[in-house]
């Protein structure tokens, strides 16, 4: 450990802890959340770890309230992360949609259990994937990255910080109870602060400043509150000071740029990982711990001689559409094995619009899938 309290080097730890290590690497000093299994041990960790760095934890009453006061504390300029499980997820979708519409820098982390409801709390699923797009009301974009395995938290989580700066975003980190139980190594380098973002402040006098005026990234510049500059704070439909305006213009205007600053940046947000897709005749697209069952199921099929592939989403907000497109008009079918009755599937056969099939492989949660699962999926779709 360094003298500003940060881990350095190399450990054996679970994904849990490896996500509050990285938050703690990106720069996070404030925490609020409620117990939630699977998700508990992020708090657990932040709780012990936050003060060594001169950061605040904070127990809330409840999920609501754990999603307000993560908007407050990055309002007051400190990075803030919440992290929960289902029925936390749910609750906290209100609040979600009023960090978009304030455009608040912060992460919410959802270790993913089994529903609906409560469930099975500690067993894992991927059952919030389209939660995490569409959980809140209204039209707007949302960036959810989603880790494959403890060293991968870490690194997603200061990826997460990074993009939440950038664009004035929350953005969401959905991993599942397997990815969150498990323990592997983690490498916890040295991060240079180059290599961390931080929001862009107004460079223009208080008494000129307009907290929602863009410039042409569609992000506004974002003043700290309690620095002498005055600004107005709605979730209500607003213009450039902030203050409500109910009209059919102001929306349009302000919807599409929430919407447009994401959208139009998607080639610098998403991201994917590719394995034996040049010559693959079957691409399984899968993600998060799914995807290391889906990459032994592949490399089965290839040693069987079927020319198969793998396309990990590590961005599945915004969806990896483009490349989805491009990889239908080579292929004879997706492959899309989820831990849920079928969710990202249908933005992959969206996307291959009929060019190629697309077969889910569904699993109800509570367990992984087989890579014998996979694997026949793959041989049944040559038939």
């Known amino acids: 450990m360094s003298e500003d309290g940060i881990l350095h080097g190399t450990f054996f730890m679970n994904g849990d802890v490896a996500c509050a290590e990285g938050a703690i690497s990106a720069g996070c000093r404030f925490f609020a959340g409620y117990p939630i299994t699977p998700a508990t041990e992020v708090a657990e960790r932040m709780s012990e770890r936050l003060p060594h760095v001169g950061g605040v934890y904070i127990q809330m009453e409840d ?24 029925p936390g997820f749910s609750l906290m979708m209100e609040n979600l949609g009023l960090g978009v519409i304030l455009e608040t820098p912060c992460v919410l982390v959802n270790i993913q259990r089994a529903g609906p409801s409560t469930g099975l709390p500690t ?4 059952g919030d994937m389209m939660q995490a797009r569409w959980g809140s009301h209204g039209s707007y974009e949302i960036i959810a990255l989603v880790p494959s395995s403890p060293q991968e938290i870490f ?48 460079d223009v006098p208080p008494e000129e400043y307009l907290p929602y005026k863009a410039d042409g990234d569609l992000v506004p510049p974002m003043a700290i509150a309690g620095e002498g500059y005055r600004f107005h704070v709605t979730g209500l439909t607003h213009d450039e000071k902030g203050y409500p305006v109910m009209t059919a213009e102001a929306q349009d205007k302000l919807v599409r740029r929430l919407v447009d600053k994401i959208k139009l940046n998607r080639n610098d ?115």
């Open 269 to 383: 947000i998403i991201k994917c990982e590719e394995s034996d897709v040049e010559d693959a005749e079957i691409i399984v697209c899968a993600y998060g711990i799914t995807s290391r069952i889906a990459r032994l199921a592949v490399q089965q099929a290839r040693n069987e001689g079927i020319r198969a592939g793998l396309l990990r989403l590590i961005t599945v907000w915004p969806f990896a559409e483009e490349r989805v497109k491009e990889l239908a008009k080579q292929v004879k079918a997706f492959i899309v094995p989820e831990i849920n009755y079928g969710q990202i599937v249908l933005e992959v056969e969206r996307c291959a619009a009929g060019k190629a099939s697309t077969v889910l492989v569904p699993h109800m949660g509570g367990s992984v899938h087989t890579p014998h699962t996979i694997l026949n999926a793959i041989k049944e779709s040559l038939q």
């Open 63 to 86: 999920e609501i309230a754990s999603m307000n006061a993560v908007l407050g504390a990055s309002w007051a300029g400190v990075k803030a992360m919440t992290a929960t499980s289902g």
């Open 155 to 202: 690194d997603l989580i200061i990826e997460a910080f990074n993009l939440s700066e950038r664009y004035r975003v929350p953005v969401l980190v959905m991993s599942d109870e397997a990815v969150g139980h498990m323990s592997e190594k983690v490498v916890i380098p040295e991060i240079s602060p180059e290599n961390l973002m931080s929001r862009r402040r107004p």
């Open 123 to 126: 067993l894992p699923a991927q």
